[in-house]
């Protein structure tokens, strides 16, 4: 009965470093969604898988930010080049299906922090 | 695009005492989903409670209850009985149900609720 779990939980890189934030959704959820959550704020979408098809990535703030589900299962979060602005906690969610109805359950986060 | 606001940054309640959180929301959908998330100190967030829009009747989860008033677009939580285990963050969160939409979860900018003894 795990639920979503993500790693590292916490993430210092200096800037300019690439980072890679893995999320592992709650076994059989179709449907994962990434967000960010910056300092004070309520938490931001950033991009929904169902399965391994990426199906919205409007969220993503540039094209440093890079998504994927590969076998629909594990996701990963990949920032390139990291900047001050991306320092943020990153919140994964998983439901069971891509039906509205269904409940998003979330992770603990990873908090970046980019010196 | 849907927007909600949380106007009250901070609340404090007494134990034992009743708190009622603020959210509105703005949307051109008649159908949609409405949530109120609590997130503790270093810890995931929750699920405290759910309204649909097309239900008229107010949700209620144990000492956890709303008042959606859908023409207003007013969606508040009203705590009983406050316990200090309720000391978190409150965001209240809409999304749609249009098909075709990522059914993802627009957020307010959330509430921080004290409870003292």
């Known amino acids: 009965g795990a639920g979503v779990s993500q790693s590292p939980r916490y993430k210092v890189a200096k800037r300019g470093q690439d980072v890679a934030l893995r999320c592992d959704p709650i076994?059989?959820?179709?449907?994962l969604f990434w967000y960010q959550q910056a300092l004070g704020q309520g938490p931001e979408f950033l991009t929904y898988?169902?399965?391994?098809?990426?199906?919205?990535k409007s969220g993503l703030p540039s094209d440093r930010f890079f998504a994927e589900r590969p076998e629909g299962s594990v996701s990963t979060l990949k920032i390139q080049r990291t900047q001050q602005e991306d320092s943020a906690v990153y919140l994964c969610?998983?439901?069971?299906?891509?039906?509205?109805?269904?409940?998003?359950?979330f992770g603990p986060g990873t908090r970046l922090t980019v010196t | 695009a849907q927007t909600v606001t949380q106007s009250q940054p901070e609340m404090s309640v007494q134990e034992a005492e009743t708190v009622t959180l603020s959210c509105t929301y703005d949307?051109?959908?008649?159908?949609?989903?409405l949530f109120w998330y609590k997130q503790p100190p270093s810890r995931q967030m929750i699920l405290v409670i759910r309204?649909?829009?097309?239900?008229?009747q107010n949700a209620t989860e144990n000492r956890f209850s709303v008042n959606f008033q859908k023409a207003a677009k007013s969606f508040s939580l009203k705590i009983s009985d406050s316990q200090l285990g309720d000391a978190a963050m409150y965001f209240c969160?809409?999304?749609?149900?249009?098909?075709?939409?990522?059914?993802?979860?627009?957020f307010g900018t959330g509430t921080r609720l004290q409870v003292t003894l």
């Open positions: 969610a998983s439901s069971l299906a891509g039906s509205q109805r269904f409940e998003q359950y």
């Open positions: 076994s059989g959820h179709v449907s």
């Open positions: 898988f169902q399965n391994e098809a990426q199906l919205d």
């Open positions: 949307t051109s959908e008649s159908d949609y989903y």
């Open positions: 309204q649909e829009a097309y239900k008229q």
């Open positions: 969160a809409y999304r749609s149900v249009r098909t075709g939409t990522a059914s993802k979860l627009t």
